[in-house]
């Protein structure tokens, strides 16, 4: 089947992109065969990066930068909303014998490190995408997806795939910074197949404990075993097609949901919200009859509104590794479309997504030391404190919020490991209230005075990077935004402790001193770490204070 396999892919790529694609780099005089085999290769990136974005086929092909000083990447495309950057390399083969070799997935993973690192200027149409590169390496939640797609029906060699896990245990050595997907015939033509079938999700759900809505609009409720949403993988993107966001892979709310699904999955239904699915239609099947305590239900035209993360995460919690998920269930809602107003569909969607969600920070607000600190911070210093959600956020000049007092009080911790964690999961600062980290940075011995103290520091480095960054430029910018936590905590560092002397008189002096340690870590750095990627770096904790270490006890001259 792999030649008819082939002809749907081209015809689809070929209505897909054939007005889109860039050819204009392409000689007039190429022979036709090589020019459309260089036009398929080039579609093949833009369908990837539209299948696995889930956009729109024009954006996709706009990110196409397939020419001869490409540095092995074919496409590049960051999606903002998501934090993820998409990489391709492609290779289109009209026998479908071949999978990528060895030396163009070296040539590949160069160009990755290039990028990882800043140094694309040199490379054609990839620097056409500096604002977008830019606006990734800057973004401290980006991911990166390494996208192979060919036709070939083989899969990925051994000696092809080892490189590309070497790469990914150097740099993935925090969380997950890099993975990879392999597209190769079988997957694409899935693909296009789903799309010519219009992408209609249809399946079978067993509800165990199931109740039913008849009024207004038919809809039913239960619980599902997870073992049975793990098949759901097999239907990607398609499962949220009506829903405002697909899975975000690896956030800390995520990494959450995964860690109860593996290490306590008999908690997993009190903990979890649950999941929402819209069908055009949901039938009951007769097995079970009457009976309440299970049910099988015929679900048509499926979409996931509510409950992508719980997907997701679900699914990721399996593919870590074997577990049975001891019968642990989700609620799920089952609601029917058949009857339902034009718009209920979007309405429901938009209202799913939108309702006010309690964060970890908002257990702070119960915190009596929080009260305390906006009642001192008043008194004693004339300042505002916005601790609670809805509270009015006070300009910098007239006080300061939570979110800014718990990272800078994290940064002024002896030990880097606050710092480290305010950078990589600010909100594990709030995880319990009752117990540290939380305990370390509010308790009866943190003064207002302190608190508005290290806010201050925390602005005045902040400033200060961000003057300097306007100088900088490649890795060393990049160092520049994301080591702000690690500056800030050496800047702590140098600085006394507050003991009556006159803060004005240091503050002065607090964007030299921040200078001073930014350039002396960026030489550490690269003596240290020359291919650690600085997104990552700074979120592990080991290597920060191997970094904390060699740059030894900071001082500021008081002269």
Request: overall charge negative; proline content about 4%.
């Amino acid at each position: 089947m792999g030649t008819l396999h082939i002809g749907h892919i081209r015809n689809a790529l070929n209505k897909r992109f054939m007005a889109s694609i860039d050819m204009s780099d392409i000689s007039p005089n190429t022979p036709p065969a090589q020019r459309n085999n260089q036009f398929l290769t080039r579609s093949l990136s833009a369908f990837a990066i539209a299948e696995l974005a889930n956009i729109d086929d024009r954006v996709a092909a706009a990110g196409v930068v397939d020419g001869d000083d490409d540095d092995g990447i074919d496409a590049f495309y960051f999606d903002v909303s998501d934090h993820t950057c998409y990489l391709v390399q492609s290779k289109w083969d009209n026998t479908g014998k071949h999978s990528i070799n060895v030396g163009d997935t070296l040539k590949f993973l160069r160009g990755v490190n290039h990028l990882l690192n800043s140094t694309i200027d040199q490379f054609g149409k990839l620097k056409t995408k500096k604002h977008e590169i830019e606006q990734a390496l800057s973004d401290s939640e980006a991911k990166f997806i390494l996208i192979i797609a060919y036709t070939g029906e083989p899969d990925l060699a051994p000696e092809v795939r080892m490189p590309i896990e070497e790469l990914l245990h150097a740099q993935n050595d925090v969380s997950e910074l890099i993975s990879y997907r392999v597209l190769r015939q079988s997957d694409l033509h899935s693909m296009v197949a789903k799309k010519a079938h219009g992408e209609a999700v249809n399946f079978e759900i067993a509800l165990q404990e199931w109740g039913i809505v008849g009024e207004p609009y038919r809809a039913y409720y239960g619980q599902v075993h997870l073992e049975d949403i793990v098949k759901w993988k097999q239907y990607g993107q398609a499962l949220f097609s009506k829903n405002l966001r697909g899975f975000k892979g690896s956030t800390e709310v995520n990494e959450g949901i995964i860690a109860t699904a593996r290490s306590s999955p008999s908690d997993f239904w009190y903990f979890n919200n649950g999941i929402t699915v819209l069908c055009n239609s949901v039938v009951k099947k007769p097995l079970g009859g009457s009976s309440r305590t299970a049910g099988t239900f015929d679900c048509r035209g499926v979409s996931v509104v509510n409950g992508a993360q719980t997907v997701g995460s679900i699914i990721a919690a399996a593919d870590g590794g074997t577990n049975s998920f001891n019968n642990a269930t989700v609620l799920i809602r089952l609601i029917s479309l058949e009857g339902c107003p034009p718009n209920f569909s979007r309405d429901l969607t938009n209202a799913a997504n939108t309702q006010n969600r309690i964060e970890k920070k908002d257990f702070a607000a119960l915190d009596p030391q929080q009260s305390r600190l906006r009642t001192e911070l008043l008194l004693e210093v004339g300042k505002e404190y916005s601790f609670r959600s809805g509270d009015r956020v006070p300009l910098p000049e007239d006080g300061c919020t939570l979110d800014e007092a718990a990272v800078a009080l994290a940064c002024a911790q002896p030990d880097v490991t606050l710092a480290v964690t305010a950078k990589a999961t600010p909100g594990r600062l709030y995880d319990d209230v009752a117990k540290p980290p939380y305990t370390a940075l509010f308790n009866p011995s943190v003064s207002a005075r302190e608190m508005w103290r290290s806010v201050r520091i925390l602005r005045l480095v902040d400033d200060a990077l961000k003057a300097r960054r306007q100088e900088l430029y490649g890795k060393d910018r990049y160092i520049a935004i994301h080591g702000n936590r690690f500056v800030l905590h050496m800047v702590f560092r140098a600085l006394p402790k507050l003991d009556g002397q006159d803060f004005d008189q240091d503050a002065t002096r607090i964007p030299e001193l921040t200078d001073t340690i930014l350039k002396s870590m960026t030489s550490k750095i690269a003596e240290k770490f020359p291919n650690t990627y600085a997104g990552n770096l700074f979120k592990n904790n080991t290597k920060c204070k191997e970094l904390a270490t060699s740059l030894g006890e900071p001082t500021m001259d008081r002269t």
